[in-house]
Each structure stands twice: as structure tokens, then as C-alpha cells.
């Protein structure tokens, strides 16, 4: 691939515009990981619900992601991108200004932040519209990227919290959403296609067909363990290897960069040897991280002398015990695969379903959200039955394995019909 046929190929300032409005939104949508910390410890939660209220903006985004979809193809994504962005900002204002005082404000919070995620149904489908067949994975390598902002999330979130109290982040956070809106509304454009009205029928038609539904399953496998772990990894440290809430988050943030920076090297990857066979190879290394990841011990509890004054206190980032630096090296792994994963999966999709991509990209979406709100939902069910995280890493470990057997059934009817007149290796 030429850089300068790429740049030339389609419109780089909504390229640009796509990953910023991702990113900032992402790092919205997933702010509850690491500030739960904070605000459950001053509510008095137990550890099952903590997991849950981390889990309930992934499910609210899933939801969202199809009418928002629906909203983009029918008004445009700009419009639609512009709107949604400001739902959420009002959302942070109101709680920087008021507070939360209850589970249930949590709760309806975590709902809001649903919008945020949801962006995914304007982003993508905006950067891919302007992009020929043979760029879809960079491009929605590079568009997806955008969930980057986990990584912000889990290095700057807990810091302001135990420096300003963990109110003024959601002011915080405003700002960055305020300039990127500005940029996405001055730069970005809505490519030439003429776009159809898009009804439920649409939805319906399209869940009809197969493939619709292995591309979300394997989505819920790729995306879902990416988002999942980047809103439970802060609880599952903390309680785990008895962390404190920074060293937490810095070891959230090691482990998602990989899943966000590999995302592009994903979409790349599949361009070259086809989204099948990337896919399969990345499973494979999902499977065997989660699946070590199930056998390690709990950390040693800090002596005090060794415990950070935090106000979640624990182990301080320079004390770690060895097998916490083990467990973030292992789900470094599986985050870069998970990552790469992303990218192999929306390098088939924009080829098979080229008209429907806004369609699609709600339908993927949701998928992935729905799979990440089990993933954290498990961990927390799994704490409440065993005092432990095997039993739910286990059952995430298996998944991966299915989706090999997935791959290997529609492999060969994929690459003889479809993907014969693509334009792109499948």
C-alpha cells in the first residue's frame, strides 16, 4: 500500500474527524472502569455490583448503537455525531454541577454514557463510505483506533479522582469532548453516496441472512473482550492483587494500549492475508491468554507499611508483586490480539455488506457491546459464587475456540461467492 494513494483515495480530514470523535467518546463510555473505584466506594457497594454498574454503559451502548445507526443513515452521520455529542456533554455538566447520590443515579449515568458508545454506528461507517474496497482495514483500523481512549481513561481518571475528587472528572472530561466537537463539525463531510432510508425492515432483512449473524458473534468475541476487560480490568486488579487505584489504572492503561494501538496492524494484516486467516490466528491467542490468565494465584495482601495512602489503597505501582507484572504482560497479549481481532473483523464486513455498512456497523456493534457486558458481568458473578475470577475467565477462553469452529465452517463458502468479486483478499 502507497501512502499517497491512500491519502488521495478518499477524504483524510473525516478519516481524521472519525477517530477523534471515536476516541473522545470511547474514553466517555468507558470512564465508569476506573472512576467506579470512587464512587462505589463511597456508596458502599459490594464487589458483584461494582462489576455490574462497569457493565451496565456497554449494554446501553450495544442497545443504542442500532437506532443511532438508523438515525446516521437516515440524517447523515455528521448530524447525527453532532447531536449525540452533546447529549453527552450536557450528561457530564449535569453530574459535575449535582453529583451522584444513589446506585440508581449510577445506573441512569451509566445508560447516558450508552450514548457515547454508540458513536461507533456514526465513526465507522462515516470513514468507510469514502474508502475504495482495498483500504477497508486500514481504514477501519484507523477509525476504530479511536478506542484509545480507554488507555486516557485508565492513566488519567484515577489521578484526578484521588487529586480532585472524583466529581470533577466528569468536568474534566467535558473539555476535550467540547474541542472535538468543534473539529468534527468544521472538518468532517458526509461522503457523495446517495443514502436510502433506513427502517427496521432493513434490520430485519439483514438478520435474516447468515453471515449477518456469524460477523456479530465473532465481533462479540473481538470487541466484547477488548471493551469488557477495559471497564473491569481497574476492579479485577484492585481486588485481585490488592492494588491501589492508580496503580490499577496504569495497569489498565498497559494493557489496552496494546488492544488499541494493534487495532490498525489488525485491519492491515487482514488486507494482506485476508480477514479469515488473521482471525483464526488471533483466536487462537485470545483462547490461551484468557485461559492462563483463569490459573493465576490471588496477589499477597500489602503490609501497611507497604500500602499507598491512596484513597483505594494497595499496592503502589513501584511494589507489585511478580505475578501481577505476569498477569498484565498476559492480558497485554490477549488485548493486542483482541485488538487486531477488531480490525480483521471490519475488514470482511465493508466487503460483504458494502450498501448496508451504516446498517451493519449497529448491528456488529451492539454485538460487541453485548459481548463486553458479559464479559464484566461474569467476572462479577464469578466473584460472588467462587471469591474468584477462574470460573469466568474459563468460560471467555472457550469462546475464542468457538469462533475458530465458526470460521472454518463458512471459510470456504465465504471465499467462493462474495468474496470472489470483492476486489480484496477474504
Given at each position: 500500500?502507497?501512502?499517497?494513494?491512500?491519502?488521495?483515495?478518499?477524504?483524510?480530514?473525516?478519516?481524521?474527524?472519525?477517530?477523534?470523535?471515536?476516541?473522545?467518546?470511547?474514553?466517555?463510555?468507558?470512564?465508569?472502569?476506573?472512576?467506579?473505584?470512587?464512587?462505589?466506594?463511597?456508596?458502599?457497594?459490594?464487589?458483584?455490583?461494582?462489576?455490574?454498574?462497569?457493565?451496565?454503559?456497554?449494554?446501553?451502548?450495544?442497545?443504542?448503537?442500532?437506532?443511532?445507526?438508523?438515525?446516521?443513515?437516515?440524517?447523515?452521520?455528521?448530524?447525527?455525531?453532532?447531536?449525540?455529542?452533546?447529549?453527552?456533554?450536557?450528561?457530564?455538566?449535569?453530574?459535575?454541577?449535582?453529583?451522584?447520590?444513589?446506585?440508581?443515579?449510577?445506573?441512569?449515568?451509566?445508560?447516558?454514557?450508552?450514548?457515547?458508545?454508540?458513536?461507533?454506528?456514526?465513526?465507522?461507517?462515516?470513514?468507510?463510505?469514502?474508502?475504495?474496497?482495498?483500504?477497508?482495514?486500514?481504514?477501519?483500523?484507523?477509525?476504530?483506533?479511536?478506542?484509545?481512549?480507554?488507555?486516557?481513561?485508565?492513566?488519567?481518571?484515577?489521578?484526578?479522582?484521588?487529586?480532585?475528587?472524583?466529581?470533577?472528572?466528569?468536568?474534566?472530561?467535558?473539555?476535550?469532548?467540547?474541542?472535538?466537537?468543534?473539529?468534527?463539525?468544521?472538518?468532517?463531510?458526509?461522503?457523495?453516496?446517495?443514502?436510502?432510508?433506513?427502517?427496521?425492515?432493513?434490520?430485519?432483512?439483514?438478520?435474516?441472512?447468515?453471515?449477518?449473524?456469524?460477523?456479530?458473534?465473532?465481533?462479540?468475541?473481538?470487541?466484547?473482550?477488548?471493551?469488557?476487560?477495559?471497564?473491569?480490568?481497574?476492579?479485577?486488579?484492585?481486588?485481585?492483587?490488592?492494588?491501589?487505584?492508580?496503580?490499577?489504572?496504569?495497569?489498565?492503561?498497559?494493557?489496552?494500549?496494546?488492544?488499541?494501538?494493534?487495532?490498525?496492524?489488525?485491519?492491515?494484516?487482514?488486507?494482506?492475508?485476508?480477514?479469515?486467516?488473521?482471525?483464526?490466528?488471533?483466536?487462537?491467542?485470545?483462547?490461551?491468554?484468557?485461559?492462563?490468565?483463569?490459573?493465576?494465584?490471588?496477589?499477597?495482601?500489602?503490609?501497611?507499611?507497604?500500602?499507598?495512602?491512596?484513597?483505594?489503597?494497595?499496592?503502589?505501582?513501584?511494589?507489585?508483586?511478580?505475578?501481577?507484572?505476569?498477569?498484565?504482560?498476559?492480558?497485554?497479549?490477549?488485548?493486542?490480539?483482541?485488538?487486531?481481532?477488531?480490525?480483521?473483523?471490519?475488514?470482511?464486513?465493508?466487503?460483504?455488506?458494502?450498501?448496508?455498512?451504516?446498517?451493519?456497523?449497529g448491528l456488529v456493534g451492539a454485538a460487541g457491546g453485548i459481548?463486553?457486558?458479559?464479559?464484566?458481568?461474569?467476572?462479577?458473578?464469578?466473584?460472588?459464587?467462587?471469591?474468584?475470577?477462574?470460573?469466568?475467565?474459563?468460560?471467555?477462553?472457550?469462546?475464542?475456540?468457538?469462533?475458530?469452529?465458526?470460521?472454518?465452517?463458512?471459510?470456504?463458502?465465504?471465499?467462493?461467492?462474495?468474496?470472489?468479486?470483492?476486489?480484496?483478499?477474504?
Amino acid at each position: 500500500m502507497k501512502f499517497k494513494e491512500f491519502r488521495q483515495a478518499g477524504h483524510w480530514p473525516t478519516l481524521l474527524s472519525a477517530f477523534l470523535y471515536f476516541d473522545v467518546s470511547f474514553m466517555v463510555w468507558v470512564m465508569l472502569g476506573p472512576l467506579a473505584l470512587y464512587i462505589t466506594q463511597e456508596l458502599g457497594l459490594p464487589v458483584g455490583e461494582k462489576f455490574t454498574i462497569v457493565a451496565i454503559p456497554i449494554l446501553s451502548g450495544a442497545i443504542l448503537r442500532i437506532p443511532l445507526g438508523m438515525l446516521a443513515d437516515h440524517f447523515g452521520p455528521k448530524r447525527t455525531g453532532v447531536l449525540a455529542q452533546a447529549l453527552v456533554i450536557a450528561g457530564l455538566v449535569y453530574v459535575f454541577f449535582f453529583g451522584l447520590h444513589s446506585k440508581l443515579e449510577v445506573e441512569l449515568l451509566g445508560l447516558l454514557l450508552g450514548v457515547a458508545g454508540a458513536s461507533f454506528s456514526v465513526a465507522l461507517p462515516q470513514a468507510s463510505r469514502w474508502y475504495p474496497p482495498q483500504y477497508q482495514g486500514i481504514v477501519m483500523g484507523i477509525a476504530g483506533a479511536g478506542n484509545m481512549g480507554v488507555v486516557l481513561d485508565s492513566m488519567i481518571v484515577p489521578w484526578l479522582a484521588e487529586t480532585f475528587g472524583w466529581q470533577s472528572v466528569f468536568g474534566f472530561l467535558t473539555l476535550p469532548l467540547l474541542l472535538v466537537l468543534i473539529i468534527y463539525a468544521v472538518l468532517v463531510k458526509d461522503a457523495p453516496e446517495k443514502r436510502r432510508p433506513v427502517t427496521w425492515k432493513n434490520y430485519t432483512a439483514l438478520m435474516a441472512d447468515a453471515d449477518t449473524w456469524w460477523f456479530m458473534f465473532f465481533y462479540s468475541i473481538t470487541f466484547g473482550g477488548f471493551v469488557g476487560l477495559g471497564n473491569a480490568l481497574p476492579l479485577y486488579f484492585t481486588n485481585w492483587y490488592h492494588v491501589s487505584g492508580i496503580a490499577a489504572g496504569m495497569m489498565s492503561a498497559i494493557v489496552v494500549f496494546g488492544g488499541s494501538m494493534f487495532r490498525p496492524l489488525g485491519g492491515l494484516i487482514a488486507d494482506r492475508i485476508g480477514g479469515i486467516k488473521a482471525l483464526q490466528i488471533l483466536f487462537v491467542i485470545v483462547s490461551l491468554s484468557y485461559l492462563t490468565i483463569s490459573f493465576l494465584p490471588e496477589g499477597p495482601l500489602p503490609a501497611a507499611a507497604q500500602a499507598t495512602d491512596s484513597k483505594v489503597a494497595g499496592w503502589a505501582l513501584g511494589d507489585l508483586p511478580r505475578v501481577a507484572w505476569v498477569a498484565v504482560a498476559i492480558f497485554f497479549v490477549g488485548a493486542m490480539a483482541l485488538g487486531m481481532g477488531n480490525g480483521s473483523v471490519f475488514q470482511l464486513v465493508p466487503l460483504r455488506f458494502r450498501g448496508e455498512i451504516g446498517v451493519m456497523t449497529g448491528l456488529v456493534g451492539a454485538a460487541g457491546g453485548i459481548g463486553g457486558f458479559f464479559l464484566a458481568k461474569a467476572l462479577g458473578l464469578s466473584w460472588d459464587l467462587q471469591h474468584g475470577f477462574a470460573a469466568g475467565f474459563s468460560v471467555f477462553a472457550g469462546l475464542p475456540l468457538l469462533g475458530l469452529i465458526g470460521l472454518t465452517w463458512v471459510k470456504r463458502r465465504w471465499r467462493t461467492t462474495w468474496g470472489a468479486v470483492s476486489g480484496a483478499r477474504v
